[in-house]
């Protein structure tokens, strides 16, 4: 038997998709396994602990901590912002308090330990050494031996996606190691694909980790687990008992992928294409009956479409074949979405919102960057969604290589222009992956230090600095007074999984636009 396990700290408010999806791959080989999401029980374990309230702020939130909680899986109560916002920031600002050393940081959607960095071999390596110090201990160390235990494992599996796991799921490693010596450990996920594409990356944890995995994980877990021979094994994501579980949202969030890697895999500076990730994609005659089985025996409140883009393909599948429940994804601008009737379409088979990698409003940008699209296709998609009642979170990116200071104002101008189309946005300043191709062409200096580490920083060729692109963003950008009513509607640290529940097509309580602290947005 095998325990997958989903360390702290992500956003607690849906089930893993990874740990789900080989669930999913080991049931249908007859493989026992069990499920921990170790993230949503640790942050409630912190939260039910003691904290000293010392200041106003944390005594009231430690006294409505339980309101809170109730308040944000009823979906009436995402009709005011305000109330919403509040709730979120007091749960927050107890997580924070729940560490007590001045160098740990949790909360709502993070981890850090400023002594430790998840970018650090060495320091992944003491984080398993020494577990007590991890500020989700007193979780884990009663948790951890009573699942085992019961569930006689003799493997351990512990997905990680994102940085913020990486201590947590070190440390967690490190304790079942202690006290479980003869247990195997695999690790796998996101993060741990892009450390072993690295071109000088070393397994340096032997001991402590029996096996690494890249990739998308089925069927490598499969072969170390006897059952070798089958491919891909692809199978239908299992939630076991994670369906029942009280996340923080409004019902239950279904994570579902219909395809691994990206179908474009063309853009500059990409992950998956500099780490030569295949793109494997369910057919849509699959998809959609696949999706309508699950919607009918678990009644989602919302699907979350997890694709790093869900391919037209799939989008006309849903437009003739609704998958039965609300959904949203990450989706391409495509001349698909300029259709009008097709956008209606979608509305009608569920769609509330879809994210867009739109990057930039100005086109010699776009065409650097392989983007695929143009302006103008984008400002008719914006209109045709709008004009469907689907919601947009539109995802922009600044200080790219071939981004000036007067480009990224045609970004500003763009977004003015479209203000009214869009509902939500993503505004990042660029980091340089060290892997793609590209950043050979770039003079680099540090940026995150560690053996580990995923980007770097570099001088930029127009001599537009991090500094300055920051004080464009924060100080014109977001301050510009047809953009900030779109930057405060963002939902605090849950933002795009819980901005759903504040769009009119999800939430029949938002027939009137959206307040924030008591002003209309």
């Given at each position: 038997m095998i325990l997958l396990i989903h360390p702290p700290a992500t956003k607690p408010c849906e089930p893993p998709a990874g740990i789900t999806q080989l669930a999913g791959a080991l049931g249908s080989h007859g493989i026992p396994y069990g499920l921990l999401d170790a993230n949503l029980e640790g942050m409630l374990y912190q939260l039910e602990a003691p904290v000293d309230a010392f200041d106003t702020w944390t005594r009231r939130a430690k006294k409505n901590a339980s309101s809170h909680l109730n308040s944000l899986r009823n979906l009436s109560f995402y009709g005011r912002f305000d109330r919403y916002k509040r709730a979120v920031l007091d749960l927050n600002r107890l997580l924070e308090k729940s560490a007590t050393d001045k160098d740990l940081r949790i909360s709502l959607a993070d981890y850090e330990d400023r002594s430790l960095s998840p970018t650090r071999t060495d320091d992944l390596l003491s984080a398993a050494e020494h577990p007590e110090k991890n500020p989700f201990y007193p979780y884990f160390s009663q948790r951890l031996p009573d699942v085992i235990e019961k569930g006689q494992y003799g493997y351990i599996g512990v997905s990680l996606s994102f940085l913020s796991q990486a201590l947590s799921g070190f440390a967690m490693i490190g304790f079942v190691k202690r006290r479980f010596p003869a247990l195997k450990i695999i690790i796998g996920g996101g993060l741990v694909t892009s450390w072993m594409k690295r071109a000088t990356f070393r397994n340096s944890f032997g001991g402590l980790i029996d096996y690494m995995v890249s990739g998308p994980g089925e069927e490598a877990l499969l072969n170390i687990l006897g059952k070798t021979g089958h491919g891909r094994a692809r199978s239908r994501p299992a939630y076991g008992f994670l369906h029942s579980q009280k996340y923080l949202a409004p019902g239950f969030i279904m994570p579902y992928s219909s395809s691994?890697?990206?179908?474009?895999?063309?853009?500059?500076?990409?992950?998956?294409?500099?780490?030569?990730?295949?793109?494997?994609?369910?057919?849509?005659?699959?998809?959609?009956?696949?999706?309508?089985?699950?919607?009918?025996?678990?009644?989602?409140?919302?699907?979350?479409?997890?694709?790093?883009?869900?391919?037209?393909?799939?989008?006309?599948?849903?437009?003739?074949?609704?998958?039965?429940?609300?959904?949203?994804?990450?989706?391409?601008?495509?001349?698909?979405?300029?259709?009008?009737?097709?956008?209606?379409?979608?509305?009608?088979?569920?769609?509330?919102?879809?994210?867009?990698?739109?990057?930039?409003?100005?086109?010699?940008?776009?065409?650097?960057m392989h983007k695929g699209n143009d302006v103008s296709t984008t400002s008719r998609a914006l209109r045709a969604l709008s004009n469907a009642g689907i919601a947009t979170y539109v995802y922009l990116l600044f200080g790219t290589p071939w981004e000036s200071e007067d480009k990224a104002r045609r970004t500003l101008d763009f977004t003015v222009k479209h203000s009214a189309c869009i509902d939500f946005l993503n505004v990042a300043i660029f980091n340089l992956p060290r892997l793609s191709p590209e950043s050979f062409d770039l003079v680099q200096t540090d940026f995150y230090e560690g053996d580990l580490s995923l980007y770097t920083n570099f001088v930029h060729p127009h001599g537009w600095t991090r500094r300055n692109v920051r004080s464009f963003v924060?100080?014109?950008?977001?301050?510009?007074?047809?953009?900030?009513?779109?930057?405060?509607?963002?939902?605090?640290?849950?933002?795009?999984?819980?901005?759903?529940?504040?769009?009119?097509?999800?939430?029949?309580?938002?027939?009137?636009?959206?307040?924030?602290?008591?002003e209309f947005a």
């Open positions: 691994s890697g990206c179908y474009w895999g063309k853009c500059a500076f990409c992950p998956e294409k500099a780490e030569g990730n295949r793109y494997e994609q369910l057919p849509a005659r699959v998809v959609t009956p696949e999706l309508i089985g699950l919607v009918e025996a678990l009644r989602p409140a919302l699907i979350h479409l997890t694709d790093n883009a869900v391919s037209p393909a799939v989008l006309r599948g849903f437009a003739e074949n609704p998958p039965g429940a609300p959904w949203y994804g990450f989706a391409r601008v495509t001349d698909c979405l300029t259709d009008p009737d097709f956008c209606v379409a979608l509305k009608r088979s569920g769609c509330v919102m879809l994210k867009l990698g739109v990057e930039s409003g100005n086109q010699d940008v776009l065409d650097a924060e100080r014109e950008f977001r301050q510009h007074s047809a953009i900030k009513p779109i930057v405060l509607r963002q939902p605090p640290l849950f933002t795009s999984n819980h901005a759903p529940f504040f769009c009119r097509a999800m939430n029949p309580l938002l027939s009137e636009p959206v307040r924030i602290d008591g």
